[in-house]
């Protein structure tokens, strides 16, 4: 099993810059393609980034594509979202995942965009 915890969330203008951050309980860290999703109010969950194992490959949904970076680092068992250009649109509780398709979720961390 593994336990995720997301943190890094806050609130930041428009245009500013957070990166977010999962810590991963275990040591079967590796051996997982992890992601990251968000949920605004009133909405579904979405796809936000995934990286595969090793860090080899990266996905982005549109949204964020050339905004938004995701990372790992295996040694650390921690997987990163570095968000840069935020909107106010970004704004949403972040949740990072294990798993693909996702089994194991972090508890989210917010994240609040102001114009």
């Known amino acids: 099993q593994v336990q995720l915890v997301d943190s890094g969330g806050g609130l930041v203008q428009a245009g500013g810059s957070l990166r977010l951050s999962c810590a991963a309980s275990g040591r079967t860290f590796s051996s997982y393609t992890m992601g990251w999703f968000r949920q605004a109010p009133g909405q579904e969950r979405v796809f936000v980034a995934r990286?595969?194992?090793?860090?080899?490959?990266?996905y982005y949904g549109d949204s964020v594509k050339g905004r938004f970076t995701i990372s790992r680092d295996n040694a650390k068992n921690t997987v990163y979202l570095q968000m840069n250009s935020l909107k106010p649109e970004d704004t949403a509780v972040y949740y990072c995942a294990a798993g693909q398709p996702p089994v194991y979720w972090g508890q989210g961390t917010q994240v609040t965009v102001s114009s």
């Open positions: 990286i595969t194992r090793t860090g080899g490959i990266t």
